[in-house]
């Protein structure tokens, strides 16, 4: 997995190198304000206490830019969830994944978990309209996979 530093949408850098030694979890999506979206984050804030008692970080991605993200969560009332910008390069992260969409200019709607060491453990791409399963993911990192 190609380390990466991206802005949240509080205009905070995030540098995936400083987080190597704890699992993350990439929650891509395509483009804020719209409902699949705005229900996966919210999913994953309501989960924030179930993933940090596992140890594992979870993060939003979009191709939006930290304004955008910043207005979004303040509308979501995301509280704890951070929400990175892959904006520039456009979608960057989400090329170097393989999970670009280069005609729509988004990326695929993907949860990847990444281990300790840096490695994708878990990748599963979802239908653009299909919220994703959380309780997969849950039960991936429960199963001690990716530790």
């Not at 991605?61 to 979004?72: E, F, G, Q, T």
């Amino acid at each position: 997995m190609p380390s990466f530093k991206l802005r949240d949408q509080h205009n905070e850098e995030f540098d995936l190198a400083q987080a190597l030694g704890a699992r993350v979890l990439l929650s891509f999506h395509p483009l804020a304000f719209t409902q699949v979206c705005t229900r996966q984050m919210q999913a994953l804030e309501a989960a924030m206490d179930r993933f940090e008692s596992l140890g594992v970080l979870p993060l939003g991605l979009s191709v939006d830019p930290m304004p955008a993200k910043h207005a979004w969560g303040r509308e979501m009332g995301i509280k704890r969830l951070r929400m990175l910008a892959d904006f520039w390069p456009h979608g960057g992260v989400a090329s170097s994944l393989g999970l670009f969409r280069p005609v729509e200019g988004f990326s695929q709607r993907a949860n990847v978990v990444i281990d300790p060491s840096g490695r994708a453990a878990f990748v599963k791409v979802y239908q653009i309209p299909q919220l994703p399963d959380l309780d997969e993911v849950f039960a991936f990192l429960e199963a001690g996979s990716g530790s």
